[in-house]
């Protein structure tokens, strides 16, 4: 009898040893030790506002709607009750709207590209020519999961949306033509814009546009380009604003191939002393130049732009698609007030298109690739990380789901032995870590 009371005791000594114990280590636990019911990123926001108030010269995000931990954040995230994670308005994805099909287009539209031939009639003669065949024979060297879509397809738009929200990039780069206006392979696309943005804003994702080099582009015509985007869609909840280091409010305009209109024409736009000036007008905004070539950095700064972007997917092909070289055009910007957003991407394989370009396509090596692409963009430290592309399936940068696909005469690439949503997933990791190294930089 004892013997079981000493037993009972033991016991109920260890019992409450352990609820004390239990206790004392609940004490211990921060909200982001899984305590919290907010979304990742949004834990411990009294911290990070104090920590952030101590550099208010840092570029932040600014869209309507979203939620906002203090004037000088770099990140914004958002929770529904229907989600249980975020997305980053800090990670920018280039979208493209020129793919059609018979379907919803009574024809294909760019699934059917042509073999660009090269500029030495040498070389071109050594190559295929003609153009692709659609839907065995497409224009790339991936098949999409959704198979030669249309962008016209409000299904593909409300897939396509669903996973760059999976993929918790919180920004859409559209790529844009004016009214009437296509690429050289394509067809309009400008009436489909709003569909879009209704589709983004469905899924808390923001639209910036990438303004393409169409033929007559000039610094007045981007004048009458501005003008429209933001009197057609500022007033959109999907339109994106970015809070410049000024403090300002201001949409934020990719240029691709700025390099081809001279730096002086530019500054008559993008100069506060330029003969048509947006600067301080209600057509002002962020300004973001391609950089290809060294020299490009000084015609950028001389042109007024307010950042620059690498767009590339392919370490090496130009000087501002080099990994190596981002460190040197960081130091660049950072001393002349200046946003530099590098751009990375999964891989690259054209010869869909330039069967001649071999020499350029780099590897996905199962997603290496694309993670030394993000390492080496994290390690500059930059405001915004940009990524070619979600669906630029000419060039093979897309992250889409693809899936395996043999016909007669084609083998296509493929994700394997990962499943077709293995780069959105990859995407969403590396967003969530750029944000927790953001947070480091700021301490």
């Given at each position: 009898m004892t013997r079981l009371r000493r037993k009972a005791l033991v016991a109920l000594f260890l019992f409450t040893l352990f609820i004390f114990g239990a206790?004392?280590?609940?004490?211990?636990?921060?909200?982001?030790?899984?305590?919290?019911?907010?979304?990742?990123?949004?834990?411990?926001?009294?911290?990070?506002?104090?920590?952030?108030?101590?550099?208010?010269?840092?570029?932040?995000?600014?869209?309507?709607?979203?939620?906002?931990?203090?004037?000088?954040?770099?990140?914004?995230?958002?929770?529904?009750?229907?989600?249980?994670?975020?997305?980053?308005?800090?990670?920018?994805?280039?979208?493209?709207?020129?793919?059609?099909?018979?379907?919803m287009d009574n024809k294909y539209i760019h699934w059917d590209h042509v073999l660009v031939p090269h500029w030495d009639p040498k070389i071109a003669a050594s190559h295929a020519q003609g153009r692709h065949t659609p839907p065995e024979d497409i224009a790339s060297s991936f098949y999409p999961d959704l198979g030669p879509y249309s962008s016209r397809d409000p299904q593909v738009l409300e897939s396509h949306m669903a996973q760059i929200e999976a993929a918790a990039a919180g920004v859409l780069v559209l790529s844009w033509y004016p009214p009437g206006v296509a690429d050289d392979h394509g067809e309009p696309t400008?009436?489909?814009?709003?569909?879009?943005?209704?589709?983004?804003?469905?899924?808390?994702?923001?639209?910036?546009?990438?303004?393409?080099?169409?033929?007559?582009?000039?610094?007045?015509?981007?004048?009458?380009?501005?003008?429209?985007?933001?009197?057609?869609?500022?007033?959109?909840?999907?339109f994106y604003r970015f809070r410049s280091s000024t403090g300002r409010v201001?949409?934020?305009?990719?240029?691709?191939?700025?390099?081809?209109?001279?730096?002086?024409?530019?500054?008559?736009?993008?100069?506060?002393?330029?003969?048509?000036?947006?600067?301080?007008?209600?057509?002002?905004?962020?300004?973001?130049?391609?950089?290809?070539?060294?020299?490009?950095?000084?015609?950028?700064?001389?042109?007024?732009?307010?950042?620059?972007?690498?767009?590339?997917?392919?370490?090496?092909?130009?000087?501002?698609?080099?990994?190596?070289?981002?460190?040197?055009?960081?130091?660049?910007?950072?001393?002349?007030?200046?946003?530099?957003?590098?751009?990375?991407?999964?891989?690259?394989?054209?010869?869909?298109?330039?069967?001649?370009?071999?020499?350029n396509t780099r590897n996905r090596v199962n997603g290496r690739y694309y993670e030394t692409s993000l390492q080496a963009a994290l390690s500059v430290r930059p405001e915004i990380v940009t990524i070619t592309s979600f669906n630029q399936w000419h060039e093979g940068t897309q992250i889409e789901k693809a899936v395996p696909k043999k016909t007669v005469t084609r083998l296509y690439l493929d994700y394997q032995p990962n499943q077709p949503e293995h780069y959105l997933e990859l995407t969403r990791q590396w967003a969530e870590n750029f944000n927790k190294e953001k947070d480091k930089w700021l301490m």
């Open positions: 206790m004392m280590g609940l004490r211990t636990l921060k909200p982001s030790d899984g305590f919290s019911d907010l979304a990742p990123g949004m834990d411990f926001i009294g911290e990070r506002s104090d920590r952030r108030r101590l550099d208010v010269k840092k570029d932040v995000v600014v869209s309507p709607g979203q939620f906002h931990m203090g004037s000088s954040d770099t990140k914004v995230v958002f929770t529904k009750s229907d989600r249980d994670y975020s997305i980053f308005y800090d990670v920018h994805i280039f979208y493209y709207l020129w793919y059609g099909s018979p379907s400008e009436d489909l814009v709003p569909a879009v943005m209704d589709a983004a804003h469905r899924h808390s994702i923001k639209v910036a546009f990438h303004i393409q080099p169409y033929k007559g582009r000039t610094d007045q015509s981007m004048h009458d380009n501005i003008k429209y985007i933001i009197d057609k869609y500022g007033k959109h909840g999907a201001l949409p934020l305009f990719y240029v691709y191939d700025s390099y081809l209109t001279p730096p002086e024409s530019w500054a008559e736009l993008l100069t506060t002393k330029g003969s048509h000036s947006i600067r301080g007008t209600p057509y002002d905004g962020i300004f973001v130049a391609l950089i290809v070539e060294e020299r490009h950095k000084h015609d950028i700064q001389a042109s007024g732009f307010d950042g620059m972007y690498t767009y590339f997917a392919s370490n090496g092909f130009s000087f501002g698609s080099s990994h190596q070289n981002w460190k040197a055009i960081k130091t660049f910007c950072d001393a002349n007030n200046l946003l530099f957003i590098p751009s990375v991407g999964p891989g690259y394989v054209d010869t869909a298109v330039r069967p001649w370009n071999n020499h």
